[in-house]
């Protein structure tokens, strides 16, 4: 990291910061076009997971490039320079990772994943259908790699 002074190494932090962010950018490689889509997502602090509809470019990306980023962002606040135009800046917390991305097939595996993205947004665990498991498909990121990095307010 180029700003070692912005950089979060205590994954605790890192995981907090995940686990306070209401959306996660998932970037893929759609050939030579990068190609980013927001996602709500469950976090068990090794792996990311995702819901998605049946089809649609998100999935034919995934299908020929499994390699993916997560990237997540909070307490973004914008600092003005009332005499700069350069000066401008934002205060931040943020994580990006990299890894994996595999469809769970399993229903245990996809009520698992789904539950992960549950206690996410709602703090509790949920029973799933068995048709509502059948038709939505769950997708899981294994982060190889995660990387913090923070900027704080000045101070006048």
């Known amino acids: 990291m180029r700003r070692a ?13 995940i686990r306070g962010c209401e959306v996660c950018h998932l970037g ?5 076009q990068p190609y980013v889509v927001p996602v709500s997502f469950g976090y068990d602090g090794s792996s990311v ?11 034919d990306v ?3 490039n499994p390699r993916v980023c997560v990237q997540f ?3 973004a606040v914008l600092m003005p ?3 700069e135009a350069c ?5 931040f917390e ?10 769970l097939r399993d229903p245990e595996a996809k009520a698992l994943g789904l539950n992960q993205i549950m206690l996410h947004y709602s703090g509790r665990r949920w029973e799933f259908d068995p048709s509502t498991l059948a038709r939505t498909r769950v997708w899981r990121v294994a982060i190889e790699e995660l990387t913090g990095k923070q900027s704080s307010p000045k101070v006048p």
């Open 73 to 75: 962002e909070r307490r």
């Open 49 to 59: 997971y995702f819901h998605s509809a049946r089809d649609g470019r998100k999935l």
């Open 94 to 103: 943020s994580a990006i990772g990299l890894g994996v991305v595999e469809e």
């Open 87 to 91: 000066g401008w800046s934002f205060a």
């Open 5 to 17: 002074d912005r950089e979060i190494t205590s994954r605790a932090r890192i995981d907090e910061i």
């Open 28 to 32: 893929m490689a759609d050939g030579d």
């Open 81 to 83: 320079s009332e005499t």
């Open 62 to 64: 995934i299908a020929v």
